[in-house]
């Protein structure tokens, strides 16, 4: 299975603007965090999950591969993981 890298965290960049300009330039995406309540990203990604579950399936794997100790999935795709 592929691997993605670790995001690269600009957090402490976050007042430098000329940095964080060469970043996103570089990298395509900036990763600051706390930048957004860790609730509101649960809430779009539980979303996002359920929807794909209703278009026809998510990601095939066990689920014990789907969990993660800091991003929890809602039980009820939990309970379709293969």
């Known amino acids: 299975?592929?691997?993605y890298e670790p995001f690269r965290d600009s957090t402490e960049h976050l007042n430098d603007g000329e940095t964080l300009r060469a970043r996103l330039a570089g990298?395509?995406?900036l990763f600051l965090?706390?930048?957004l309540p860790r609730k509101a990203?649960?809430?779009?990604?539980?979303?996002l999950l359920q929807r794909r579950w209703r278009v026809g399936g998510c990601f095939r794997t066990?689920?014990?591969e789907m969990e993660s100790p800091t991003l929890p999935l809602?039980?009820?795709i939990q309970s379709r993981a293969i």
């Open 62 to 64: 066990r689920s014990s």
């Open 74 to 76: 809602p039980a009820r």
């Open 27 to 29: 990298d395509g995406y």
């Open 41 to 47: 990203i649960l809430d779009v990604r539980a979303r």
């Open 33 to 35: 965090r706390g930048l």
């Open 1 to 3: 299975m592929f691997q």
